[in-house]
């Protein structure tokens, strides 16, 4: 299966991806902003997850949130 971001475009393996909305992290009281740089993603078993680093910690982002920087 393909991951493709918010507009449709198909993401790779360690593209920088950016936030489109405002993300609460559960079990934090982070928010990370939109326009947030994700750099150097890592796909997953699911096409509508990405992992990366954002807010100084790793976590798993919906694709449906991002779109390519």
């Given amino acids: ?34 326009g947030t740089l994700v750099k150097n993603i890592r796909l997953t078993s699911s096409p509508a997850e990405v992992e990366g680093r954002a807010g100084g910690s790793a976590m798993v982002l919906k694709t449906e949130f991002l779109k390519k920087a």
Avoid: C, F, Q, W
Avoid at 1 to 21: F, R, Y
């Fill in 1 to 34: 299966m393909e991951t493709k971001d918010a507009n449709g475009i198909l993401l790779t393996e360690s593209d920088p991806v950016t936030l489109i909305k405002d993300l609460k992290i559960k079990g934090s009281s982070l928010t990370l902003k939109r």
